[in-house]
């Protein structure tokens, strides 16, 4: 029975394992499907396996055995179709040094069979969406990295393909240009694109992604909502600014409470805590509390519990 | 992919070719202008005119001309497509391929034109600047052209083969100094086969740029020391069997897919 690629997910990923000829095994039996339309965090330690996956995805890597189907298309099969579909932003800069970012989007496209005149059309377009276009024809290797990563994303949006995977996209890149990145990211999943995002800026899965695997030592971990992983933690933190300095911590039951400089303490306590003993115990030893937030890294503490609980039991 | 958009992707790839080879033309076209002239002052004009003619009618400088066109070609057409595809994989935008739809073929298509056009122009220059030292007939057009063609086809072929196994850029350099130069100052530029003592005459007829040059130098000069007909022969084999090993290459990712 065929599957129409309407109704197909986006990237859907059978039993995949990969053993590279110097005897590492990267993947070990993956199985993942991505909802069309879905953003989808794929996270994981350094040599977890992440790249591989991306590289079997975008064929520059060979599997060992195991499918990959692109919107329904087998990737070993019908490549030419599956890649038609696929916009890569690789982790490590890609691109011709030489020419210049207009030359580059514009081949990108002929690569795909894009004609040359809408190719021009949509290089304007997505360097203009991306603040590239005062830099358009200059010599690619004079851009700064912020800018180097940005002309990866527009390279990848020329074929507008329907599944946009961004491997560590923003790595090396301050927040103001990360954040403009996050919203055109946004902006291309808002209109239909799925996007396959890997990062090792935690605060940036949880904000983005709707869903999320973890991948460890070859294997998937996790593969959940977003939101249901994040209920998993039963500890939460909260970041309480002081009016007056605080040399010594007062002690809480139930609670952690970690100074950050005089005026900032951090309370780590359970979720099942309630914030009004937290106060009252803080105001009961003369300690003011001006402001408080959450503190934004509740992804990154579950993440690290899970790899760890992983490490130790590959290790048992 | 149709076959609009093949068209385009392999037009995408010629044209980036083509604009490297104008971006650095000081590397690319300036320099066998520059050692071809001083081949026709030296061999041709200085030396040449001791060594009398070599066919009835035809002197030395008139001679050399097709084989140091089809020198140049052979070299040019080698060096573009392995510096260049090479370049692409050091550079890793050999990925930018890779990812996209184009089959195989297309890529090795696109590079070969490419490298073939380098052949091309390289040839008209060093054809112009042979006209300054002698007379150039064309007796077989089709011929000198087909020829030009299969022997700039041939060692883009090998080129591309070399650019794929290399890994770094000593191993674009090796094979053209060690192994394209000797055969090619061996494959009867500069001398007709038939003065060589045996074995060496017979050795001669192993190399394949021999007939390339031969047949080369039939088209334009009507003389050649071997058969056309088997020239034709071995020039179609090597494309034939050249062109199947890059697309088996490519079709396996060997130094390109991991």
């Known amino acids: 029975m065929s599957i129409s690629p309407s109704a197909a997910p986006a990237l859907e990923v059978r039993d995949l394992k990969k053993t590279y000829p110097n005897g590492v095994q990267a993947l070990k039996g993956i199985s993942l499907r991505v909802a069309a339309g879905d953003f989808y965090a794929l996270l994981g330690p350094n040599g977890a396996g992440k790249s591989t996956l991306i590289g079997i995805v975008s064929s520059l890597v060979n599997s060992s055995s195991g499918d990959a189907l692109v919107f329904g298309v087998p990737i070993r099969t019908r490549r030419s179709e599956a890649m038609q579909m696929i916009g890569l932003v690789p982790q490590e800069m890609n691109f011709n040094l030489f020419e210049q970012p207009f030359q580059i989007c514009i081949n990108q496209a002929g690569f ?205 | 992919m149709n076959a609009d958009a093949t068209l385009i992707a392999l037009g995408t790839i010629v044209r980036r070719e083509v604009t490297r080879i104008l971006r650095i033309w000081s590397q690319t076209l300036l320099p066998p202008a520059i050692t071809m002239t001083l081949y026709f002052v030296i061999f041709g004009s200085l030396i040449g005119r001791r060594v009398g003619e070599m066919a009835p009618g035809i002197s030395y400088i008139e001679y050399l001309a097709p084989g140091l066109v089809m020198m140049s070609v052979i070299q040019n057409a080698y060096g573009n497509i392995s510096s260049s595809f090479f370049g692409a994989k050091f550079q890793r935008f050999v990925e930018e391929m890779l990812v996209s739809p184009m089959p195989g073929w297309t890529i090795l298509g696109g590079y070969v034109a490419g490298a073939v056009l380098r052949g091309l122009m390289v040839g008209v220059i060093v054809l112009g600047i042979s006209l300054f030292f002698t007379k150039i007939h064309l007796f077989h057009p089709l011929v000198t052209l087909s020829t030009f063609l299969l022997a700039a086809t041939i060692f883009a072929l090998l080129g591309f083969i070399n650019a794929i196994y290399a890994r770094k850029f000593d191993d674009i350099a090796i094979i053209p100094t060690f192994v394209l130069t000797p055969l090619t100052y061996l494959g009867g530029v500069f001398y007709n086969v038939d003065q060589l003592p045996t074995p060496w005459k017979e050795i001669s007829y192993a190399n394949p740029i021999l007939y390339m040059v031969n047949a080369f130098r039939y088209g334009l000069l009507d003389v050649s020391d071997i058969s056309i007909g088997w020239a034709y022969a071995v020039m179609i084999g090597f494309v034939v069997v050249f062109g199947a090993v890059c697309l088996g290459l490519l079709k396996r990712g060997v130094g390109l897919r991991s």
């Open chain 1, 112 to 316: 795909y069979g894009v004609p040359r005149k809408v190719a021009a059309e949509r290089a304007e377009k997505y360097l203009k969406q991306l603040g590239l276009w005062d830099k358009a024809f200059e010599v690619s290797r004079t851009l700064s990295g912020g800018m180097k990563r940005r002309l990866m994303i527009a390279r990848a949006m020329m074929n507008e393909p329907r599944l946009l995977i961004l491997d560590e996209p923003t790595a090396g890149v301050d927040i103001e240009i990360r954040r403009s990145m996050w919203k055109f990211i946004q902006g291309i999943n808002a209109a239909g694109t799925t996007v396959i995002l890997t990062t090792h800026y935690l605060e940036e899965a949880e904000q983005l992604c709707r869903n999320i695997a973890i991948i460890d030592h070859g294997r998937i971990i996790v593969d959940t909502a977003m939101k249901n992983l994040l209920a998993k933690l039963d500890v939460e933190t909260f970041v309480l600014d002081l009016v007056n300095a605080c040399t010594e911590l007062p002690a809480v039951d139930g609670v952690k409470l970690t100074r950050i400089d005089d005026h900032t303490i951090e309370a780590e306590m359970s979720r099942a805590h309630d914030l009004n003993s937290l106060f009252a115990a803080l105001s009961a030893r003369g300690v003011t509390v001006v402001s408080m937030r959450n503190k934004a890294n509740r992804l990154e503490e579950l993440f690290v519990r899970l790899i760890d609980a992983n490490d130790k039991e590959q290790a048992a």
